[in-house]
């Protein structure tokens, strides 16, 4: 399990994970993303494809603040 720092991108998952674990202040200054857009996103850019996970991102991450 993980968590963000300032800008960071977490998947919806484990933000409900961390908000249980640590409280509705963690990964405050994150953004979500839904599950699979989030596992995409990693995907792409592992195989340095940064044109679409840009895409992904500017279309469906929420940011906490």
């Known amino acids: 399990m993980s968590s963000a720092i ?7 998952t484990m933000h409900k994970k961390n908000i249980k674990k640590f409280g509705g202040y963690s990964d405050t200054m994150s953004y979500i993303l839904p599950d699979k857009h989030y596992k995409r996103l990693i995907d792409y850019k592992k195989q340095g494809r940064e044109k679409e996970a ?12």
């Open 54 to 65: 840009d895409k992904i991102f500017n279309k469906y991450a929420i940011s906490q603040i």
């Open 6 to 12: 300032c800008g960071g991108v977490i998947s919806y």
